[in-house]
């Protein structure tokens, strides 16, 4: 198995366990923030799950699928992550059309979006720089 599918191998495991954060007694607060930031609902699972989903059926079929997978979900988290980062809410979650622009300090933007902005771009820079790869 080539690097691009071990990637999106990889995007498999972190999306799932993204997804069950919610549910470890001892990762979210008294507000059901995980790590007092993330404040994720069924809906954040579910689209974690899904995206974990097609990691790991993209992983699993071949190298093109792999690396279609981390281009398109890359760019779709890196964006919804800058979204984040400029008005507080994020497209994937629909939090930009139900909360709108939020007033919220840049340090918690940047807690908040970070994951998506690092998760996406990591993604789209390995399906460019393992672009070649015969594997």
């Given at each position: 198995m080539g690097r691009?599918?071990?990637i999106a191998l990889g995007y498999m495991a972190l999306l799932f366990s993204v997804a069950?954060?919610?549910?470890?007694?001892?990762?979210t607060d008294?507000?059901?923030?995980?790590?007092?930031?993330?404040a994720l609902d069924i809906f954040?699972?579910?689209l974690h799950v899904v995206s974990?989903?097609?990691?790991?059926?993209?992983a699993f079929t071949s190298r093109r699928a792999a690396q279609i997978f981390l281009r398109y979900f890359g760019t779709l988290y890196f964006l919804d992550g800058l979204l984040g980062l400029a008005t507080g809410s994020g497209y994937l979650d629909l939090g930009i059309l139900n909360h709108g622009v939020l007033?919220?300090?840049?340090?918690?933007?940047?807690?908040?979006s970070g994951p998506h902005i690092a998760a996406?771009?990591?993604?789209?820079?390995?399906?460019?720089f393992f672009a070649d790869e015969v594997r």
């Open positions: 691009l599918r071990l069950t954060l919610n549910y470890i007694p001892g990762l008294a507000e059901g923030r995980a790590f007092g930031v993330f954040d699972d579910l974990g989903l097609w990691a790991g059926l993209s007033d919220q300090p840049l340090s918690f933007k940047i807690m908040a996406g771009g990591c993604a789209v820079f390995a399906s460019w």
